[in-house]
C-alpha cells in the first residue's frame, strides 16, 4: 500500500505565505510525477502544479510567480510554497503522485489540506 499524508495548510492574511508538504510512505519504487491540485468551493478540481522525476515543472497560469513546486526524493516528498497568497486561492488543496509500488504502477491522492486566505 502506498499512503499520502499531507500538512501545511491553515489560515493566512492575503500577502502572506505557506509552505505545503507531502509525503508517501509504503512499498514505493519510484515516484513519477507529483503534483499538487486544488478546489474551491463551488469550483472543479483544477491542476495547481506538478514535478517530474526529472524537475521539470508546470503551473496554473494563476500561480505563476507566487507558487513553487519541489520535491525531495530522499523522502519521498513533494512540496508546494506558496508566497503572496489571495483570497482566491482559498481552496483544499491535494497532492497526487504516480508511483511505481510493490503491487504495480499506481495513482494515489492524498486526503487534502484546507488552505485558507482572508481578506
Known amino acids: 500500500q502506498v499512503q499520502l499524508v499531507e500538512s501545511g495548510g491553515g489560515l493566512v492574511q492575503a500577502g502572506g505565505s505557506l509552505r505545503l508538504s507531502c509525503a508517501a510512505s509504503?512499498?514505493?519504487?519510484?515516484?513519477?510525477?507529483m503534483g499538487w491540485y486544488r478546489q474551491a468551493p463551488g469550483n472543479q478540481r483544477e491542476l495547481v502544479a506538478d514535478?517530474?522525476?526529472?524537475?521539470?515543472?508546470n503551473y496554473a497560469h494563476s500561480v505563476k510567480g507566487r507558487f513553487t513546486i519541489s520535491r525531495d526524493n530522499a523522502k519521498n516528498t513533494v512540496y508546494l510554497q506558496m508566497n503572496s497568497l489571495k483570497p482566491e486561492d482559498t481552496a483544499v488543496y491535494c497532492c497526487?503522485?504516480?508511483?511505481?509500488?510493490?503491487?504495480?504502477?499506481?495513482?494515489?491522492w492524498g486526503q487534502g489540506t484546507l488552505v485558507t486566505v482572508s481578506s
Open positions: 497526487k503522485i504516480n508511483v511505481l509500488s510493490g503491487i504495480g504502477y499506481l495513482e494515489r
Open positions: 509504503g512499498s514505493i519504487f519510484t515516484i513519477d510525477t
Open positions: 514535478i517530474t522525476i526529472d524537475g521539470s515543472t
